[in-house]
């Protein structure tokens, strides 16, 4: 069992479960069933995960069982889940505790299930990570290949439709919304992914195909179909997509500001 010294993400969210018990006590049971009969944060992660993921072909217990051991063995899997509900907490204006991304956000889950798929990848059981994979697409309707490589601090806002590819990279604090595709050209093999760099923010519906690179503090438009390396800190719109500006901030995945000024670019 994992016992960290201190825990403010996770005494949080136990504060917010119990206040929410007393104001609403139909969802009693539920908030003592995921966070308030559990100790740590691994342990509510691990029994979350397992309930939405299990099937007929792994039931909840083992799939609790394989989830601790993945939490256990490597620590940054909880870290980088507590960077991801900090970063929901202070991007998304609909989130408004720390327990929402925990107890409802899909996009939350989806990504700690992908580490979780992501650590089986890398210690060579490819074929439970797969599985995994693809219980997660069933699931959430999100769909990571277990070998993509991302960081921490990520939003995945609503979080539908989305498919990140086998060689892709996804480095700390970006924010993506619904649909968005990190995906292949065609029947490359090999590295054939996008790399997004830290701080990119990419709107709805977008669509990033090879292996090119988003540079950090980027911002893709929404609907954007992009075939080309997008230079740092600059915003990228349309079909196929080019660069019309500069985003107001460094890191637009912080301040999620989506508007950009038509025929002047952003920002200028």
Same mark, same amino acid.
């Given at each position: 069992?994992?016992v960290?010294?201190?825990?403010p ?14 104001k ?7 908030l003592?069933?995921?966070v ?7 342990d509510a ?7 939405k ?22 620590p940054?899997?909880?870290a980088a889940a ?18 929402n991304?925990?107890l409802f ?15 089986y ?5 490819? $074929?439970?990570?797969l ?5 997660i ?12 490589r991302?960081g921490?601090?990520?939003l ?13 990279v ?9 649909e968005?595709?990190?995906g292949g050209?065609?029947?490359?093999t ?5 790399k ?11 669509t990033i195909l090879g ?15 992009v ?5 740092p800190?600059?915003t990228?719109v349309g079909v196929p ?7 107001? $901030? ?8 989506h ?10």
């Amino acid at each position: 069992m994992i016992v960290p010294t201190a825990d403010p993400i996770w005494e949080a969210i136990r504060n917010e479960a119990a206040e929410e018990t007393r104001k609403e006590p139909l969802l009693a049971n539920f908030l003592y069933g995921v966070v308030l009969n559990h100790k740590t944060f691994e342990d509510a992660l691990s029994f979350i995960l397992a309930t939405k993921l299990e099937s007929t072909t792994i039931h909840a217990v083992a799939l609790r069982d394989l989830i601790d051991e993945a939490l256990v063995n490597d620590p940054e899997i909880g870290a980088a889940a507590r960077a991801d509900i900090e970063a929901v907490r202070e991007r998304d204006p609909a989130c408004r505790t720390y327990s929402n991304p925990l107890l409802f956000f899909k996009g939350f889950h989806a990504i700690q299930s992908y580490r979780i798929a992501h650590y089986y990848w890398r210690t060579g059981r490819e $074929s439970l990570a797969l599985f995994l994979q693809g219980r997660i697409s069933q699931v959430l309707a999100v769909d990571i290949h277990p070998a993509a490589r991302i960081g921490r601090g990520i939003l995945m806002d609503h979080a539908t439709g989305v498919v990140i590819g086998e060689t892709a990279v996804v480095e700390d604090n970006v924010s993506m919304l619904h649909e968005v595709t990190l995906g292949g050209t065609g029947k490359e093999t090999g590295d054939r992914h996008p790399k997004v760099r830290k701080g990119v923010l990419i709107a709805a519906g977008a669509t990033i195909l090879g292996n090119i690179e988003i540079g950090e503090g980027a911002k893709i438009g929404a609907g954007s179909v992009v075939l080309d390396d997008v230079p740092p800190h600059t915003t990228a719109v349309g079909v196929p997509a080019r660069v019309v500006g500069r985003p107001k $901030s460094e890191q637009p995945a912080l301040d999620m500001d989506h508007y950009i000024f038509a025929g002047f670019g952003d920002g200028i």
